[in-house]
């Protein structure tokens, strides 16, 4: 771990607990984020990404179980604390986005006290009149006109678009080092979606923020992220710069991805099936669990799980790497 590490996640398990047994929804996810990155998390519906998000931060409810791995945040792991000092952490030191705004917004409270709010469960000693022009201008660096007169109204009397952006300016106000964003921008219009990205990007890289992304959409992640980690029934399958991971995709399943991507990488573009369907819990295969759909299989892919290859900067879990001239 080097002293640019935010974030490092080791071996991440998380289980369900079903009346057929117990089942990893997330099965051994590793991730490196440092200080101020953008990694897009990436994966069809059901691959394990909202599990992985809200198991970063002790989010994760019966029948649900964080059961393995290190989640280490400055180098102490986020596991080993108590309720009370990860809710100290989150709207602090991190914050969360989830596609539905009204997760985060309480409906009955003005935008204003809410916002208030955030900041003085962190920050008692704040002075009120500060505490209110923070949050004015939190409000105004997500693009919400006439800030100050937006923060006596409720929730409901904000657009879709203007909603989430709010969440986005109460995950921001206590300026986080990390934040993890739920498919924030999903239920969006695709131009409200192109304009949040891209103030979501200029407010990360301003504050130094970094920032976990995470989205079925790879043409986000292109737009946003540094790295992208694609994901598949519970693992990272491929991990690497967004420009190498997309020009030369190594996993079979990342290139499915991809190719099935209609026209170019635009946000707001939905991915079309590959082949096949993602394996549900309770029906994964032994061996690689890509196999009954990957194109490239081979009958020895069935036999044990791909460990993680390195190559370069690169990573990935498969016995039949697309590795062309380039990408070596
Ligand atoms: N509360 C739950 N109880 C049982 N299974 C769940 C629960 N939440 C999620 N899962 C299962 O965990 C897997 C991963 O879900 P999720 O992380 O939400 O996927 P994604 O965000 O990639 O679409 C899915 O198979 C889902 O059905
Ligand atoms: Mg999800």
């Given at each position: 771990?080097?002293?640019?590490?935010?974030?490092?996640?080791?071996?991440?398990?998380?289980a369900?607990?079903?009346?057929?047994g117990?089942?990893?929804?997330v099965?051994?996810?590793?991730?490196?984020?440092?200080?101020?990155?953008?990694?897009?998390?990436?994966?069809?519906s059901?691959?394990?990404?909202?599990?992985?998000?809200?198991?970063?931060?002790?989010?994760?409810?019966?029948?649900?179980?964080?059961?393995?791995?290190?989640?280490?945040?400055?180098?102490?792991?986020?596991?080993?604390?108590?309720?009370?000092?990860?809710?100290?952490?989150?709207?602090?030191?991190?914050?969360?986005?989830?596609?539905?705004?009204?997760?985060?917004l309480?409906?009955?409270?003005?935008?204003?006290?809410?916002?208030?709010?955030?900041?003085?469960?962190?920050?008692?000693?704040?002075?009120?009149?500060?505490a209110?022009?923070?949050?004015?201008?939190?409000?105004?660096?997500?693009?919400?006109?006439?800030?100050?007169?937006?923060?006596?109204?409720?929730?409901?009397?904000f657009?879709?678009?203007?909603?989430?952006?709010?969440a986005?300016?109460?995950?921001?106000?206590?300026?986080?080092?990390?934040?993890?964003?739920?498919?924030?921008?999903?239920?969006?219009?695709?131009t409200?979606?192109?304009?949040?990205?891209?103030?979501?990007?200029?407010?990360?890289?301003?504050?130094?923020?970094?920032?976990?992304?995470?989205?079925?959409?790879?043409?986000?992640?292109?737009?946003?992220?540094?790295?992208?980690?694609?994901?598949?029934?519970?693992?990272?399958?491929e991990?690497?710069?967004?420009?190498?991971?997309?020009?030369?995709?190594?996993?079979?399943?990342?290139?499915?991805?991809?190719n099935?991507?209609?026209?170019?990488?635009?946000?707001?573009?939905?991915?079309?099936?590959?082949?096949?369907?993602?394996?549900?819990?309770?029906?994964?295969?032994?061996?690689?669990?890509?196999?009954?759909?990957?194109?490239?299989?081979?009958?020895?892919?069935?036999?044990?799980?791909p460990?993680?290859?390195?190559?370069?900067?690169?990573?990935?879990?498969?016995?039949?790497?697309?590795?062309?001239?380039?990408?070596?």
């Amino acid at each position: 771990m080097t002293d640019t590490t935010l974030l490092q996640v080791n071996g991440l398990q998380t289980a369900f607990h079903t009346e057929e047994g117990a089942w990893l929804a997330v099965d051994g996810v590793d991730l490196q984020v440092k200080k101020g990155e953008i990694i897009g998390l990436v994966g069809e519906s059901g691959s394990g990404k909202s599990v992985t998000g809200f198991s970063l931060i002790g989010l994760i409810d019966p029948p649900g179980e964080v059961v393995g791995g290190e989640v280490l945040f400055h180098g102490q792991d986020l596991r080993q604390l108590s309720e009370e000092q990860l809710r100290q952490l989150r709207g602090d030191r991190i914050a969360m986005i989830f596609q539905d705004p009204l997760m985060t917004l309480n409906p009955v409270l003005k935008v204003g006290e809410q916002m208030m709010e955030a900041i003085l469960t962190h920050y008692p000693e704040t002075p009120k009149a500060e505490a209110r022009q923070r949050c004015c201008d939190a409000l105004a660096q997500v693009g919400i006109p006439a800030p100050e007169s937006r923060l006596d109204n409720y929730p409901h009397e904000f657009s879709g678009g203007m909603r989430q952006r709010v969440a986005i300016a109460i995950a921001m106000l206590n300026k986080p080092e990390l934040i993890i964003a739920d498919e924030p921008t999903t239920a969006l219009d695709v131009t409200i979606q192109a304009q949040i990205l891209y103030e979501m990007q200029k407010l990360c890289r301003e504050q130094n923020t970094a920032l976990i992304w995470i989205t079925h959409d790879l043409g986000v992640v292109a737009e946003l992220a540094d790295h992208v980690a694609v994901m598949y029934a519970g693992k990272i399958v491929e991990y690497g710069a967004v420009q190498a991971v997309l020009q030369n995709p190594i996993h079979p399943y990342t290139e499915g991805l991809l190719n099935s991507m209609p026209g170019s990488a635009q946000p707001g573009a939905r991915l079309q099936q590959i082949d096949g369907m993602a394996p549900t819990l309770t029906g994964r295969e032994q061996g690689c669990t890509f196999r009954p759909r990957c194109p490239y299989a081979h009958p020895s892919c069935a036999q044990s799980a791909p460990p993680v290859e390195q190559i370069g900067q690169r990573q990935y879990r498969c016995y039949f790497p697309l590795l062309k001239e380039e990408t070596k």
